[in-house]
């Protein structure tokens, strides 16, 4: 049983760390998007301001995560080569896309601390090892092996730990 909570609490740990880098992730797509969106509409239609620096600056700053972006949203692509409206256009539909994507991000990181889906997640993993190697078995088979290979690697601890100055002497008579 320590097992099989040991690995719930890790499965529900992992799941909102990934789920946070994801959220994240997309918040400073999203944040890289709106900056470069918001200078060039102000520049657009405020031609007099002296702020062509800001807009090379964040134009810089869009292309430079332009890569994290396609990882997200693997249209369209952002390019040096394109002109300024070619980048704004792409940005704006990008933009919508992000936060979309956001919006979905947001929902899976609150519903990563759900901890029943940590102990799903524990419990179908064997059946999601077989499916990885081409074999697809019931939810209940899933649950059933998840919980006999528990049982087993709890007794097979418990029998370390009560044996342990016999492993300990084993392991130091091959190292001498």
Request: glycine residues 2%; hydrophobic residues 45%; contains cysteine.
């Amino acid at each position: 049983m320590v097992i099989f909570l040991a690995l719930c609490l890790c499965s529900y740990i992992g799941a909102i760390l990934c789920a946070l880098y994801k959220y994240r992730k997309a918040k400073y797509c999203l944040n890289k998007l709106c900056d470069f969106v918001a200078v060039y509409s102000h520049l657009k239609h405020h031609q007099h301001t002296p702020e062509p620096k800001l807009y090379a600056a964040e134009l810089t700053a869009l292309l430079r995560s332009a890569p994290l972006i396609e990882e997200l949203i693997r249209y369209p692509k952002l390019t040096y080569g394109d002109s300024d409206n070619d980048t704004y256009g792409k940005a704006k539909d990008l933009l919508c896309d992000i936060q979309m994507l956001l919006n979905r991000e947001r929902i899976a990181l609150m519903r990563s601390f759900n901890p029943i889906s940590a102990a799903k997640t524990v419990l179908l993993f064997p059946s999601k090892i077989f499916k990885k190697l081409g074999i697809t078995i019931n939810v209940f088979f899933s649950i059933v092996i998840s919980s006999v290979i528990t049982v087993l690697l709890e007794f097979l601890l418990s029998q370390a730990l009560l044996n342990l100055d016999v492993i300990r002497s084993f392991v130091d008579s091959i190292f001498q």
